[in-house]
T-cell receptor, first 115, second 115 residues
Framework: TQLLEQSPQFLSIQEGENLTVYCNSS?????LQWYRQEPGEGPVLLVT?????EVKKLKRLTFQFGDARKDSSLHITAAQPGDTGLYLC???????????????FGKGTKLSVIP | DVKVTQSSRYLVKRTGEKVFLECVQD?????MFWYRQDPGLGLRLIYF???????EKGDIPEGYSVSREKKERFSLILESASTNQTSMYLC??????????????FGSGTRLTVV
């Protein structure tokens, strides 16, 4: 069974601060995705990283996939109240067949950005 | 704008009732998924379907069944609702290309309370 551990579970910071959220596993993933979920809504896909060492930027958000494809990080620069939400990482296994369509989700990091 | 639509945002049902949760996607996606989300437990996969009339058990299928008679519609059925099935239910869909999962598109969720 593949597991994804996210840390920290909760994060409360002031507007303008920087932060990093981590997603770790002992398993290798073929790709990793990050989602943000706002209260009362479904998660929304932010980014997919596929290649070990890959870095992707989405405005103030920087996503990195570990070289060994077992971990990932999300860094937010100058956080704003609109960044508040639950951040989920999800990994795709390396197998084949119907099971390969599933994602393994971490439990999430709940971020609060205080104005 | 692509969409996954869940039939109800909030539902209150009585113990023992048969409950139907409906999900419709307009993106011609092959894969569809049902998750439940509970505090501290994260997203847990109940069932998924990779083609019409095909279904696969997820991590927690007990007490649930599914139906996929048309590509765009995936229904979750609680055969006899119990209080421990009180939860947020999320439907998602995705493309299936080369045996790899692409980003999931989630619905807004159905918050089910069983009394």
């Amino acid at each position: 069974t593949q597991l994804l551990e996210q840390s920290p579970q909760f994060l409360s910071i002031q507007e303008g601060e920087n932060l990093t959220v981590y997603c770790n596993s002992s398993s290798v993933f073929s790709s990793l995705q990050w989602y943000r979920q706002e209260p009362g809504e479904g998660p929304v896909l932010l980014v997919t990283v596929v290649t070990g060492g890959e870095v992707k930027k989405l405005k103030r958000l920087t996503f990195q996939f570990g070289d060994a494809r077992k971990d990932s990080s999300l860094h937010i620069t100058a956080a704003q109240p609109g960044d508040t939400g639950l951040y989920l990482c999800a990994g795709a296994g390396e197998g084949s067949g119907a099971g390969s369509y599933q994602l393994t989700f971490g439990k999430g990091t709940k971020l609060s950005v205080i104005p | 704008d692509v969409k996954v639509t869940q039939s109800s945002r909030y539902l209150v049902k009585r113990t023992g009732e048969k409950v139907f949760l409906e999900c419709v996607q307009d993106m011609d996606h092959e894969n569809m998924f049902w998750y439940r989300q509970d505090p501290g437990l994260g997203l847990r996969l109940i069932y998924f379907s990779y083609d019409v009339k095909m279904k696969e058990k997820g991590d927690i299928p007990e007490g649930y069944s599914v139906s996929r008679e048309k590509k765009e519609r995936f229904s979750l059925i609680l055969e006899s609702a119990s209080t421990n099935q009180t939860s947020m239910y999320l439907c998602a869909s995705s493309l299936a290309l080369a045996g790899r999962p692409y980003g999931y598109t989630f619905g807004s969720g159905t918050r089910l309370t069983v009394v």
